[in-house]
């Protein structure tokens, strides 16, 4: 197990912030993890657990515990001629995992190339792109109760999955931490080829589909190791069919997507039409090419990218009557 004291997080958090916790416990296993869980200092500090810190922002330094998963590897559990079940480490990079199940021909998650974090993260929120979620995958997840010290395997029903929310993210579940998760991958994979430029490719292949996803993300998000950023700022708001109706007279072109008996509009097309696309205050900006992204251009605060998105859904709340919430997770 690794303790570190007054440990670093910048290269822990994806907006390159220069934050520090009063602690930094790295586990490598879940016998090291019980070991913590039921540590009494432990119990009574303030903790929270974090992969690569790709969807957080770190408002201030963190006067607790971070806790960090080292549990890595990949194994088939089971197999058929149709599927192949593949159980992962919370710890392993998620991108590494979607490129090995490429490589060994097995379909599901080739659209969810590229996004930035571990896999344990992506199965607390259910991350998702071009048409495809990881619940659409996910068999089981193994996860340890926080109050209780034990293990418990939820089905991806018991996760209770909707868009970017799971039963992990629930303030009033009883606290759990993800140790592996399986994932149901397909042999002969149906591509899912919907999303706009993945229209374009031509007898598609894991591989074909693969180079389009990276393609399409090189294109037009920033790369976080470049320029700092924690992707998508904000999700994508539902709302009434009325309410869309209403936005759609006065802007015809508004993209709406039926979800429901609601309506799914891009966040990013509201904080264009904002006039807030490209602007930048101090080191903070909205991406020149994709205005759902809040990108540290030096040396910002999380101070100054909370106010940033703040003044942004006040814009949206003022023109369009649409409450944004964050997708990224504030830690103060």
């Known amino acids: 197990m690794r303790i570190e004291q007054n440990f670093s997080l910048e290269k822990y ?10 602690w930094f416990l790295e586990y490598a296993d879940e016998a090291d993890l ?15 657990h974090i992969g690569q810190g790709s969807n957080l922002l770190f408002v201030n330094d963190y006067n607790g515990i971070i806790l960090h998963s080292a549990i890595r590897g990949m194994e088939v559990v089971r197999e ?52 495809a979620e990881i619940k659409d995958v996910i068999d089981t997840v193994e996860a340890w109760n926080q109050l209780t010290f034990e293990k418990h395997c939820f089905s991806a029903e018991e996760c209770g999955y909707a868009y970017r929310w799971s039963r992990f993210k629930d303030p009033h579940a009883d ?6 998760l399986v994932l149901k991958l397909a042999k002969n994979p149906v591509f899912n080829l919907e999303y706009g430029a993945l229209k374009e490719v031509k007898e598609p292949t894991l591989a074909k589909v693969r180079e389009a996803v990276l393609a399409i993300r090189g294109e037009k ?8 950023n924690a ?28 979800t429901g008996d609601k309506v799914k509009v891009p966040a990013g097309w509201l904080i264009e039409q904002c006039g807030l696309k490209g602007k930048r205050h101090g080191h903070v900006g909205v991406y020149e090419k994709q205005a759902l992204i809040l990108v540290n251009y030096g040396e910002a605060t999380g101070d100054e990218i909370a106010l940033m998105a703040e003044s942004i859904r006040a814009a949206v709340k003022d023109r369009f009557g649409i409450e944004l919430m964050p997708e990224v997770k504030y830690i103060a």
């Open 34 to 48: 019980q070991k913590v869980l039921h540590d009494e200092y432990f119990q009574e500090c303030l903790s929270q």
């Open 13 to 22: 958090n994806t907006f390159h912030l220069p934050v520090k916790t009063r």
């Open 231 to 258: 992707g998508s700022f904000f999700m994508n708001p539902l709302v009434s069919e009325e309410h869309f109706e209403r936005i759609r007279q006065a802007y015809p072109e508004v993209p709406g997507f039926p």
């Open 175 to 180: 606290p759990h931490i993800v140790t592996y």
């Open 80 to 131: 058929t001629d149709e599927s192949v079940w593949l159980r992962i480490g919370a710890g392993e990079t998620w991108d590494d995992v979607v490129a090995y199940a490429v490589s060994q021909g097995w379909g599901g998650i080739e659209n969810l190339s590229g996004i930035p974090g571990e896999t344990g993260a992506a199965a607390v929120q259910n991350i998702g792109a071009y048409g």
């Open 221 to 228: 998000l920033p790369d976080p190791n470049v320029l700092g």
